[in-house]
Every structure is written in structure tokens, then in C-alpha cells.
T-cell receptor
């Protein structure tokens, strides 16, 4: 069985500071990895995904994530955050080669950007 | 291209009633997945439909059911509602190829409150 652990439930940070949101996963098979963002009263929006190839993945809104197979991690980073980045961020996995219709999500990290 | 639409956006029901939620995927998408989001359990996969067939199912009781129509629109039904069914129900669509690396696109969700 697969599982996803987001190590921080809340991350407060000041505007223009860097941020890292941590994600670790557990799986006995290879996986695809994703980061989604959810703004208040909205659905989820894909930030980036790792399918294969380069372990550094660049996404939308200046976010990037690095896949580390040995540490089973997929941490999300942004060098300089904006007030508008305040939202909840979810890390997710799905089975390599399987249907992507079944995503396993972490519990989420609420990013709060303060002026 | 229009996004994923879900109706209704908000719903209030009482215990014991049943409810039907609707999801219209992005045009051309054949896979529809449903997720339940609650503060306690987070995002949990309910089921996935592809070409009118249930392809995957999560660990939910039989009171939760779904179906997909020939135009890829999907409905989910919850019978004999319980207080714990109060949640945001999210629908996601994707192209749905068998060994999919597609992106899932999420709708805004239906907020169900059970009194």
C-alpha cells in the first residue's frame, strides 16, 4: 500500500522569503508524484508532477520540486513567496504504469504568507 | 475549453436521506474520479470511471455509488446519509488513457452538509 506524509500541517512565512514544503512517500512500487494547490473555496490545481527523467521538476507560479528516490521524498520549494501563494498544498502519489484516477494524497500543508 | 463543472455547489440534507451529485468533465476527457475531502481524513479516493465502467474503487461503504454516462458525465450517489458524510466532494477528469500520465483537472467541488 502507498502512503504520503506531509511533515508540516502549517507553514507561516514572510513575503519574499523562501519556502520548502516537505513530502515523503511510502510505496513498494515505482510511483508518479504530484503537488496540487487548493485556494479557499476552490478545487485543486496541479502545480507540478514527476513522471520520469530529471529529478528536478519545475511547475507553475515559480514552484519546483525535487524527487529523491533514496529518501523517498518530493519536497516543494519556491525561492520567494507572495501573499497570493497563501493556500493549502497537497502532495500525492499514484502507481507507475497504472491508472492515474486513483491518487493517494497527503493531509496537506497550509502555507500562510505574511506581509 | 470549459473546466470541470460540478452541481450543485452546496447542498444541505438530513440524516437518512439520499443525495446525487453531478460532474461534467472537460470535453474529450473520458475518465472521471471522485474524492471526498474532510478536515479529519483529508482527501480520500472514492472511485474512478472510464468509458462508463468503474475502473478503481476506494475503501468506502456500499452506500457510496457512482455511474458514468456515454457522454462521460458522472454522478455519485450517497444513500442513507450519516453526519460523517458531511464533506467537500471533488470530481476530477482526465483523458484517461490506460497507462495514463495525464493530468487530472479538478472541479470546484460540492459542499454537502448533513444535519
Amino acid at each position: 500500500a502507498q502512503s504520503v506524509t506531509q511533515l508540516d500541517s502549517q507553514v507561516p512565512v514572510f513575503e519574499e522569503a523562501p519556502v520548502e514544503l516537505r513530502c515523503n512517500y511510502s510505496s513498494s512500487v515505482s510511483v508518479y508524484l504530484f503537488w496540487y494547490v487548493q485556494y479557499p473555496n476552490q478545487g485543486l490545481q496541479l502545480l507540478l508532477k514527476y513522471l520520469s527523467g530529471s529529478t528536478l521538476v519545475k511547475g507553475i507560479n515559480g514552484f519546483e520540486a525535487e524527487f529523491n528516490k533514496s529518501q523517498t521524498s518530493f519536497h516543494l520549494r519556491k525561492p520567494s513567496v507572495h501573499i497570493s501563494d497563501t493556500a493549502e498544498y497537497f502532495c500525492a502519489v499514484s502507481n507507475y504504469g497504472g491508472s492515474q484516477g486513483n491518487l493517494i494524497f497527503g493531509k496537506g500543508t497550509k502555507l500562510s504568507v505574511k506581509p | 475549453k470549459a473546466g470541470v463543472t460540478q452541481t450543485p455547489r452546496y447542498l444541505i440534507k438530513t440524516r437518512g436521506q439520499q443525495v446525487t451529485l453531478s460532474c461534467s468533465p472537460i470535453s474529450g476527457h473520458r475518465s472521471v474520479s471522485w474524492y471526498q475531502q474532510t478536515p479529519g481524513q483529508g482527501l480520500q479516493f472514492l472511485f474512478e470511471y472510464f468509458s462508463e465502467t468503474q475502473r478503481n474503487k476506494g475503501n468506502f461503504p456500499g452506500r457510496f455509488s457512482g455511474r458514468q454516462f456515454s457522454n462521460s458525465r458522472s454522478e455519485m450517489n450517497v444513500s442513507t446519509l450519516e453526519l460523517g458524510d458531511s464533506a467537500l466532494y471533488l470530481c476530477a477528469s482526465s483523458l484517461g488513457t490506460a497507462t495514463s500520465t495525464d493530468t487530472q483537472y479538478f472541479g470546484p467541488g460540492t459542499r454537502l452538509t448533513v444535519l
